[in-house]
């Protein structure tokens, strides 16, 4: 059965940094292209990061250079560094199994002084 399950949340001032976790079961991450999204208060879901079959790791250019999407095979579980964070960074943050309707229940990243 296939679960992910984040963890990491917290609140946080300006220009500092959090790292989510992404933990898997039922499938290997390290053979799973896999994402972040993130949804804002009264904004819609975007995708933030993502982290191909290959290791490719990609962004959107909100987030670029400040976040670092990462994998560990032997916790099976994916990574969110976020570095210089900013308010307009607050939302809840979900990972996702790439084409597929599998989604952790999200963390809450809350970015304020």
């Known amino acids: 059965q296939v679960q992910l399950l984040e963890s990491g949340a917290g609140l946080v001032q300006p220009g500092g940094s959090l790292r989510l976790s992404c933990a898997a079961s039922?499938?290997?991450?390290?053979?799973?292209?896999m994402s972040w999204y993130r949804q804002g208060p009264g904004k819609e879901r975007e995708l933030v990061a993502a982290?191909?079959?290959?290791?490719?790791?990609k962004y959107s250019d909100a987030v670029k250079g400040r976040y670092t999407n990462s994998r560990d095979r032997s916790k099976n579980t994916v990574y969110l560094q976020m570095n210089s964070l900013k308010p307009e960074d607050t939302g809840v943050y979900s990972c996702?199994?790439?084409?597929?309707?599998?989604w952790g229940k999200g963390a809450l990243v809350t970015v304020s002084s």
């Open positions: 996702n199994l790439d084409f597929t309707a599998y």
């Open positions: 039922g499938f290997a991450v390290s053979g799973s292209g």
């Open positions: 982290i191909t079959i290959s290791g490719v790791t």
